[in-house]
């Protein structure tokens, strides 16, 4: 073989190596990068609350996002499908690529089997109008926007038959959890902590990049180093360690700005988050009742809710004798806060059973409705809204010493 040829040859294998190893270290770095509690839920379905709006679909999480992440909306939660669709067509009509009108038959298609879209529209229905609202498929999160973010939930009756089951075999495994669960924690911790060190003390002078001869392998290094050490924040946290698989309490500011405490299982935490499952959470609903029954349109969730809403009915009321009269036909319980008509409001404060009545003094009119009602989920909270204030049950080891009056 020629020396030249052998040169170009080796020249080749250098390069294709070199990107191979770069593209390796990246990708274990973006691993570690992503947040450790988003990852729990990555390409879930879940319920966004964003200030005051909700978003439902299924969650991304792009690498180095420092906490943000990205919901892709649900089929039939695309908002301004026709916008999409009119998008397609003009592109087709103005480059003569079958490939746009081919994504639009198919869309189109799908758009009718799910209901979004009314059965006889065609293509050739579909407007190009620039003053048309725009369609939108997915909504991204910034870090900058975690401030307007209330939670992440899951909510249990929008889970199916099997990812309930993997639900509570998670919840069985997790809660008190065995010896080999408690090592493999505490050897994760151990090894959180010293990352944690190393960010504080460490500098890529001194690691393994600073003896790599490659020019190329030791900029990745250097710069996976930072991002390895620097990128998922701090890993460990004591206080909240010692809290998880334990049912704790968490103080939380919801939407409307009010101070609530919930209860639920502590799965995980990070810089931006914490996970808990198992929360009885409440919703805010409101209603109005009028003398033919409840007004068309209600019950609403105070929060928007883009293109899905919570289904059924909460509240019956009626008028006897002066009085309007709540009767829950929920299955669950609710909480009736506020009523109001026009001259007067009335707190209540009131938790009603299934078909549990209330009376409340009212003259016969239009008459608008508080309330509450309880959905259970798995919850991830921004740390900057929600705190564990301490635990809700007696560890093991500690519970027979109570239960003696050896602790007060």
Known sequence: MLPGVANYIWLFVYVIGTGFLISL?????????????????????????????????????????KGGFEVMLDRRQVENPEALL????????ETGERKFLDEAVKLLEEFKRIGVVR????????????WAPPSLVSKKVYPSQLGDLHAILIFRHMLSESELRKKWAELKRLYAAGPLYRLKRKIYSALAYIKDKLTLTITPAVLPAASVST?????ALEEAEKQALAGAGKLYDPLLENGIGRLVTVRVVDVEGE?????????????????????????????????????????????KLHNFRVEGRHLEGSWRDGYLVLRNVHNALIKVEKVKNAE?????????????????QLPEGDAFIEYEISLEADIIWPRKKAEVVGLGDYPADLLKAVISGYIL
């Open 86 to 93: 009119a998008f397609l067509k003009e592109n087709y009509e």
């Open 259 to 303: 101070t609530k405490y919930y209860q639920g299982i502590l799965k995980e935490y990070s810089d931006n988050y914490i996970y808990v499952l198992d929360v009885d959470y409440r919703l805010q609903m409101d209603t109005k009742i009028t003398p033919d029954g409840e007004a068309p349109g209600y019950p609403k969730t105070r929060i």
């Open 25 to 65: 270290i990246y990708s274990i770095v973006d691993w570690f990068s992503k947040d450790r509690v988003l990852k729990q839920v990555i390409g879930k379905r879940c319920v966004v609350f964003l200030g005051n709006d909700a978003y439902y679909g299924r969650l991304i999480l792009p690498p180095r996002s």
């Open 344 to 360: 007067k409001e009335i707190a209540v404060g009131k938790v009603l059973k299934p078909q549990e009545e209330l009376k409340i």
């Open 119 to 130: 059965q006889d529209l065609t293509l050739d229905d579909i407007e190009i109008n620039p």
């Open 215 to 219: 020019p190329e392998l030791k900029k």
